[in-house]
């Protein structure tokens, strides 16, 4: 699937959730799932959904399907905004509060991180 580039996306509004590019995120990310879910079995398998869990309490990924799911996804994630993604950055792995808790959590980290670059000018 071809994604328009974060550079060529409308400008990002005031909330805090980049608006259309939690969007564009998230659908990298479902695909990611659905790459991972074919090496999962039936009952690991994780729902597209921005609520599912990934890790920690409720969580469908053990230490192993996480680190399968972060290197899918920052491959996804970089040929999408043409820019290394880090997803291993900033105490990820809280299982209350780390940004791998839900792909909703994972996604907004995305667009934060896209946000700073972008602000650095650096998109």
Known sequence: MKHARFADLSPK?????????LADV???????????????PA????????AS??????????????????????????EFLNFPVDLTEDDPFSPTNGHFRTVHSVASYVCELAEKRRSAGAL
């Open 26 to 40: 998230l659908q990298v990310i479902y695909e990611s799932i659905s790459d991972l879910n074919v090496q999962l």
């Open 13 to 21: 509004p005031s909330s805090s959730n980049c608006g259309s590019r």
């Open 53 to 78: 869990v990934l890790f920690g309490e409720g969580g469908r990924l053990d230490s192993l399907g996480l680190s399968n799911f972060i290197v899918i996804t920052e491959q996804k994630l970089y």
């Open 43 to 50: 009952e690991c398998q994780i729902d597209k959904s921005p």
